[in-house]
């Protein structure tokens, strides 16, 4: 299956700060991934579907403002969680389809745990 | 996407067969069933899908029904490090939401 990686894989930054997230496809090239967030001992919630040269789509009550996602090549998707709070400590995972997945089969990055103090 | 409903949480002992049942009743006729897995801390991992028939790979069996309103996925022999939540969904795009899932644990 496909290769799908995150960097950093973890992260502890002070509140007010903004912190980058990378999503890069190893071995495909993926013109959409999507972005979710998952707090502890919840399921995975989806924020945002990240279209290569254009901008997201956000989910219904995801500030796009807050969480800017860019995905300038077809290799690589960022999110960037600006001024950063206590309450945005979560796990973050981006995923995407593969360019030989089939039936919308979807390929995991390890995931993002990002604590705000 | 359609509703699916799991059960919170089974136990099943090492070497067993583990069934794990999924509702969805309100599924349309496009909608695939797709199995996830997450292992604590880590990324979902792809299991399984299908659309009307049985499907069989490596990792696990899908059983649905002829009406299409409930699955089962089946992992024929559980070992330990197969431990995680298992979410079923429905869906027939790219998009996937994830429901509350199954806490499978497995003992020695």
């Given at each position: 299956g496909a290769v799908v990686s995150q960097h950093p894989s973890w992260v502890i930054c002070k509140s007010g700060t903004s912190v980058k997230i990378e999503c890069r496809s190893l071995d495909f090239q993926a013109t959409t991934m999507f972005w979710y967030r998952q707090f502890p001992k919840q399921s995975l919630m989806l924020m945002a579907t990240s279209n290569e040269g254009s901008k997201a789509t956000y989910e219904q009550g995801v500030e796009k403002d807050k969480f800017l996602i860019n995905?300038?090549?077809?290799?690589l998707s960022t999110l960037t969680v600006t001024?950063?709070?206590?309450?945005?400590?979560s796990f973050y995972i981006c995923s995407s389809g593969g360019?030989?997945?089939?039936?919308n089969e979807q390929f995991f990055g390890p995931g993002t745990r990002l604590t705000v103090l | 996407d359609a509703k699916t409903t799991q059960p919170p949480s089974m136990d099943c002992a090492e070497g067993r067969a583990a069934n794990l049942p999924c509702n969805h009743?309100?599924?349309?006729?496009?909608e695939y069933v797709y199995w996830y897995r997450q292992i604590h801390s880590q990324g979902p991992q792809y299991i399984i899908h299908g659309l009307k028939n049985n499907e069989t790979n490596e990792m696990a069996s899908l059983i649905i029904t002829e009406d299409r309103k409930s699955s089962t996925l089946i992992l024929p022999h559980a070992t330990l490090r197969d431990t995680a939540v298992y979410y079923c969904i429905a869906s027939n795009t790219d998009k996937l939401i994830f429901g509350t899932g199954t806490r499978l644990q497995v003992f020695p």
């Open positions: 995905h300038a090549s077809l290799t001024s950063a709070h206590p309450e945005d400590s360019d030989t997945s089939t039936d | 009743s309100t599924i349309s006729g496009n």
